[in-house]
């Protein structure tokens, strides 16, 4: 009933900047939180950065001054912008959302497909 859909993955050098995009649709009712985790290889999957329906906002330390979360509630879209990328932010990159649909009276975690980021040094 309702999906997230991620873009703007892909191959950068060290130093540069990727933007990805999360587009939510069907049948929404509200969105509160949003936000975006990545796994690495043999690692587990980790919060990156996380925004309120307010706007409030939460980074992890390693990526604290780099990368900026923010969202369009008129497109029911969270972005992440990625500056000053490091090797080590080599990782799939999923968006999630705590969303409610239409007709169901709680909301529930819902998470997108991932998209590849990939930074050589």
């Known amino acids: 009933q309702v999906q997230l859909v991620e873009s703007g993955g892909g191959l950068v050098q060290a130093g540069g900047s990727l933007r990805l995009s999360c587009a939510a649709s069907g049948s929404i009712f509200s969105i509160n939180a949003m936000g975006w985790y990545r796994q690495a290889p043999g690692r587990q999957r980790e919060l990156v950065a996380g925004i309120t329906s307010g706007g409030s906002t939460n980074y992890a330390d390693s990526v604290k001054g780099r990368f900026t979360i923010s969202r369009d509630n008129t497109k029911n879209t969270v972005y992440l912008q990625m500056n000053s990328l490091k090797p080590e932010d080599t990782a799939v990159y999923y968006c999630?959302?705590?969303?409610?649909?239409?007709?169901?009276?709680?909301?529930?975690?819902?998470w997108g497909q991932g998209t590849q980021v990939t930074v050589s040094s």
């Open positions: 999630a959302a705590d969303m409610q649909v239409k007709g169901k009276g709680i909301s529930r975690g819902y």
